[in-house]
């Protein structure tokens, strides 16, 4: 493997990780729902003004869950953009469910709500977003269009927390919401998730699924008084020795939050004049959408051009990525009947996309680095 000066990913600490995980060690707590785990569930839950937020092994596992609490069956159809990670459909496919693949906008790379609805089948079962990039999808039209019919939205929110929508934090438009703590992520410990409900029917249930498949959560409070099998379910708790790291993170969100989006702000401004003359497309984010700052892409012209600014980066010891590969072109989305030409904008963005360094400990003279590396490209 090449090593990189500036890598594409590097995680990012907040401060307090190591004193407060050797406070959880102090505390004699090291399974799930300590007290950690508690002030995350509570931060999370106050500062987005969800009814309930459970920390979770994964957003892949907080997705399953979703699939567990919507009682999917086989045959039964789940909306999925074509443009996100595996883990956004495996969650349903796992459960027997057929991916239906939609397409996205051309401008935000989000599920275009205007194919949304042709989409709709009486077996639909449930409606997954994804905010790309934290900016958010037309939450408006797509409650509109599901409520209609009476599916559940989901969420997929990996990229979003504390983004917003029409004044409206990402992760609280949908029945459930998921979210990930992975190392690649605005916040982290590591591996990590999240499962916010947002629909209070789902609570006792996902309680129950997350531990086994027992009330074990009740019988901690009180409310029974034995814990016993009552549901099916698995584990889905993280230690508590993580959710201590990842409260050091939640705690310091202004100010990482903050940076983030000066490093964003500076490539957009930097690379304006850049990009203008390239031909190249810098991430349009509509007026009511408040980004989360996940990443910074560039559109380039052509699948070729890429590879070049790739190629071009690298030399100079700069890591820069593609991302999702259409999951309708997958092998697995093949055999769900996925064809070239089912979604052509997923398709034509997937080649040419491409994501630049970026993360919360990135200085500015990395920063400069890349901005001086990306601007001595000629596309054309
Ligand atoms: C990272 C990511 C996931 C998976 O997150 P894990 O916590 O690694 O399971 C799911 N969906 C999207 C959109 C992601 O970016």
Not at 43 to 68: D, Q
Not at 106 to 116: H, Y
Request: aromatic share 10%.
């Amino acid at each position: 493997m090449t090593d990189y000066a500036i890598p594409f990913n590097c995680p990012s600490f907040a401060g307090n990780e190591a004193s407060y995980m050797a406070a959880a060690v102090a505390n004699g707590h090291l399974s799930g729902d300590g007290s950690f785990t508690k002030a995350c569930h509570s931060l999370i839950e106050t500062a987005l003004g969800v009814p309930k937020a459970l920390l979770t092994t994964s957003c892949t596992h907080a997705l399953e869950m979703t699939a567990l609490l919507l009682d999917l069956q086989p045959g039964d159809e789940v909306i999925v953009p074509s443009f996100t990670f595996v883990s956004s459909i495996n969650a349903y496919v796992l459960r027997g469910a057929r991916p239906v693949f939609a397409d996205i906008r051309p401008d935000t790379l989000n599920l275009d709500e205007t194919r949304l609805e042709a989409l709709i089948t009486p077996r639909t079962r449930a409606i997954v977003v994804v905010h790309y990039a934290g900016v958010g999808c037309a939450m408006d039209a797509i409650m509109t269009i599901a409520n209609r019919h009476g599916i559940p939205v989901i969420e997929d929110n990996a990229h979003g927390l504390f983004g917003k929508y029409k004044d409206r934090y990402l992760g609280t438009f949908g029945a459930l919401a998921t979210q990930s703590f992975h190392e690649t992520k605005n916040f982290t410990c590591g591996e990590g998730g999240a499962l916010l409900i947002n629909d209070p029917r789902y609570i006792e249930r996902a309680e129950i699924i997350r531990e086994k498949g027992t009330n074990r959560s009740r019988f901690f409070r009180g409310q029974v008084d034995k814990y016993t099998w009552v549901d099916i379910g698995s584990s889905y708790l993280p230690s508590d020795l993580l959710a201590a790291f990842l409260l050091a993170q939640l705690e310091q969100r202004q100010a990482i939050q903050a940076r983030r989006r000066q490093i964003w702000e500076c490539y957009d401004e930097c690379l304006e004049g850049w990009c203008q003359g390239q031909g190249i497309r810098r991430p349009i984010i509509p007026a009511d959408c408040e980004q989360a700052y996940h990443m910074y892409y560039l559109l380039l012209p052509s699948l070729d051009a890429r590879q070049r600014l790739i190629d071009h980066l690298k030399a100079q010891g700069i890591l820069s990525v593609f991302h999702y590969l259409p999951l309708h072109l997958s092998d697995m989305g093949r055999r769900f009947g996925g064809q070239p030409g089912d979604c052509p904008v997923t398709e034509d963005v997937s080649d040419r996309l491409l994501r630049l360094p970026f993360y919360t400990a990135l200085t500015a003279a990395e920063q400069m680095r890349v901005i001086e590396a990306v601007t001595t490209f000629t596309a054309v």
